[in-house]
Each structure stands twice: as structure tokens, then as C-alpha cells.
């Protein structure tokens, strides 16, 4: 398990690009037969990538969370982003079909993934968060997530905003995940920008085209960066942090928060006339 300790945002300001990869962007979350986790110290969120192919994948608890098994003290969030695979939870199974997800309570202690079909394997993508409650395992597809419209064409941002893990689907302890779908020549998300000190966020990206790419837009509104992002990476955003992109061309993000509260519409709006 990769580890990431916590950023102020005065020392952020005098980042490299070098220095801003290292410690907000993650890489390389789906290799073959591999469980890739990245714990990061903001929050305490985990951010992983599963991609079972010719064997069984099991979660295992390791030295950095100190407890016997992984999901002792947390609660998980998982969205399949690959073909049909399976997820088995302390013995029962759940099929998940592209974009379909998966809420795991705190107590269950076996958590084992596997693909339908070797040759298109399932990718399992996840964020974990530290718990107080047991709630019940349920599985979630993208019918049963709920649905927000957001942008307009003149915007260049129509999308829609699909959220999985969140009051009006389940119940969870603190974590909310999500996924984002820019309609076809759309290519901006969440401009006019905005952060929320309350929790902190962490954006996957997918369906990028190898010759595409997106500008993710990060840092406090009066000290912004950029970081470029390419398919299947993912970019932790502190509390502190504006979350925005821009793509050469539309492309899907799955989103994850842990913080205070659970109100989706908690934000801090940031006016365009502030922002440098």
C-alpha cells in the first residue's frame, strides 16, 4: 500500500510540476492480477484499482491500517469500470456489469474480486474511508443511482451527474461516490469552480482516448495549477482545493468524498472574477 502524507497549501504554491504528480496524481491503478491501493493521510481516504485475470483477487489488511482485515474499521465504495466481473462479500456474490457499484460495510471480512471472462477482465475501482457503523452491503447500478443534470451546451459542460453512494440511495458512515458523464463535445466539469472545506475529494478519470487528454485544475482559487491526466488516473484534491477539468475532448469521472458531513450541496462557490 502506497502512502501519501497531508499538503499544506502554502507549501503547495511552490510545487514543481514533478512535485504536484508525486504527491497528488495516481498511476498505474490496474495492473493485471494486482491490487493497487494508495492511502492517503488527507482524511484517511483509500483509492485503489483491482483487475482480476487469470486468478481470484483478495483484499487483504495490511501493516498501514493495523487491524486484521481491511474493512475491521472502514467502509468501501467500489464502481466496476471494466467488463462483468464479481465481487464476493464474506461468501455471497455480487455480478457487477460495467458501471454498476458496490457499497461494503464495516465487519465484512472477506472480500474477494474476480472477472466473468479472462481475456476482458473487470476493473474494479474503489475508495475506502474510516467508519463507525456497520451498514448493509448493496449493490447499486447506474439505474438505481440517482441522476442530476448539469451545464448547458454554450458551456460546454452538459453532463450528468450520477450518484452512487449518497443519502437518497444508502446509507453510509461519511463516504459519497459518484460518476460524472460529459455528454459528447462537452468538455468542461464544475466551472464555475468551488471547494468545500468539509471534505476533501478524490477524481478518477476514464473513457480517455490515448490521444486525448485532460487538464485537471487544482490549488487554492487565488494559486491555481494544472495537472495533466490521462485514462484511468486519478488526482487527490484536498479540503482546500478547487476540483475542476478540462478535456480535449469528453471523457467520464468517478468521484469520492470523506469529510464532515454528507450534503452533496455543500459548497464554497468561487467567483470567476476570483480566480488566478
Given at each position: 500500500?502506497?502512502?501519501?502524507?497531508g499538503?499544506?497549501?502554502?507549501?503547495?504554491?511552490?510545487?514543481?510540476?514533478?512535485?504536484?504528480?508525486?504527491?497528488?496524481?495516481?498511476?498505474?491503478?490496474?495492473n493485471?492480477?494486482?491490487?493497487?491501493?494508495v492511502?492517503?493521510?488527507?482524511?484517511?481516504?483509500?483509492?485503489?484499482?483491482?483487475?482480476?485475470v487469470?486468478?481470484?483477487?483478495?483484499?487483504?489488511?495490511?501493516r498501514?491500517?493495523?487491524?486484521?482485515?481491511?474493512?475491521?474499521r472502514?467502509?468501501?465504495?467500489?464502481?466496476?469500470?471494466?467488463?462483468k466481473?464479481?465481487?464476493?462479500?464474506?461468501?455471497?456474490e455480487?455480478?457487477?456489469?460495467?458501471?454498476d457499484?458496490?457499497?461494503?460495510?464495516?465487519?465484512?471480512?472477506?472480500?474477494?474480486?474476480s472477472?466473468?471472462d479472462?481475456d476482458n477482465?473487470?476493473?474494479?475501482?474503489?475508495?475506502?474511508?474510516?467508519?463507525?457503523?456497520?451498514?448493509?452491503?448493496?449493490?447499486?447500478n447506474?439505474?438505481?443511482?440517482?441522476?442530476?443534470?448539469?451545464?448547458?451546451?454554450?458551456?460546454?459542460?452538459?453532463?450528468?451527474?450520477?450518484k452512487?453512494?449518497?443519502?437518497?440511495?444508502?446509507?453510509?458512515?461519511?463516504?459519497?461516490?459518484?460518476?460524472?458523464?460529459?455528454?459528447?463535445?462537452?468538455?468542461?466539469?464544475?466551472?464555475?469552480?468551488?471547494?468545500?472545506d468539509?471534505?476533501?475529494?478524490?477524481?478518477?478519470?476514464?473513457n480517455?482516448a490515448?490521444?486525448n487528454?485532460?487538464f485537471?485544475?487544482?490549488?487554492?482559487?487565488d494559486?491555481?495549477?494544472?495537472l495533466?491526466v490521462?485514462?484511468?488516473?486519478?488526482?487527490i484534491?484536498?479540503?482546500w482545493?478547487?476540483?475542476?477539468?478540462?478535456?480535449?475532448a469528453?471523457?467520464t469521472?468517478?468521484?469520492g468524498m470523506?469529510?464532515?458531513n454528507?450534503?452533496?450541496?455543500?459548497?464554497?462557490?468561487?467567483?470567476?472574477?476570483?480566480?488566478?
Open positions: 500500500m502506497e502512502i501519501r502524507n499538503v499544506h497549501p502554502e507549501d503547495a504554491k511552490h510545487y514543481t510540476t514533478e512535485k504536484m504528480r508525486k504527491e497528488f496524481l495516481i498511476q498505474d491503478l490496474f493485471s492480477d494486482e491490487v493497487k491501493l492511502y492517503s493521510y488527507i482524511d484517511r481516504i483509500i483509492t485503489g484499482g483491482i483487475k482480476p487469470k486468478q481470484e483477487l483478495k483484499l487483504e489488511a495490511g498501514e491500517i493495523g487491524v486484521e482485515y481491511f474493512l475491521a472502514r467502509e468501501m465504495g467500489v464502481i466496476n469500470i471494466g467488463a466481473g464479481t465481487v464476493k462479500v464474506d461468501g455471497e455480487y455480478s457487477l456489469d460495467p458501471k457499484g458496490l457499497y461494503i460495510g464495516m465487519g465484512n471480512k472477506e472480500i474477494i474480486f472477472s466473468k479472462s477482465p473487470a476493473k474494479f475501482y474503489l475508495n475506502s474511508a474510516p467508519a463507525h457503523k456497520t451498514y448493509p452491503t448493496k449493490k447499486i447506474i439505474k438505481d443511482a440517482k441522476p442530476e443534470k448539469a451545464g448547458s451546451l454554450e458551456n460546454s459542460n452538459k453532463r450528468t451527474i450520477y452512487y453512494l449518497h443519502p437518497d440511495v444508502l446509507d453510509t458512515c461519511q463516504l459519497l461516490m459518484g460518476m460524472t458523464l460529459l455528454e459528447p463535445h462537452n468538455v468542461w466539469n464544475t466551472m464555475p469552480c468551488h471547494t468545500h468539509r471534505r476533501m475529494e478524490v477524481y478518477f478519470y476514464f480517455i490515448e490521444d487528454l485532460v485537471h485544475l487544482m490549488g487554492e482559487p494559486e491555481t495549477r494544472h495533466v490521462r485514462n484511468e488516473e486519478a488526482i484534491n484536498p479540503s482545493s478547487i476540483h475542476s477539468g478540462v478535456g480535449t469528453n471523457y469521472f468517478i468521484w470523506v469529510g464532515e454528507q450534503t452533496f450541496s455543500d459548497m464554497d462557490h468561487v467567483p470567476m472574477g476570483r480566480l488566478k
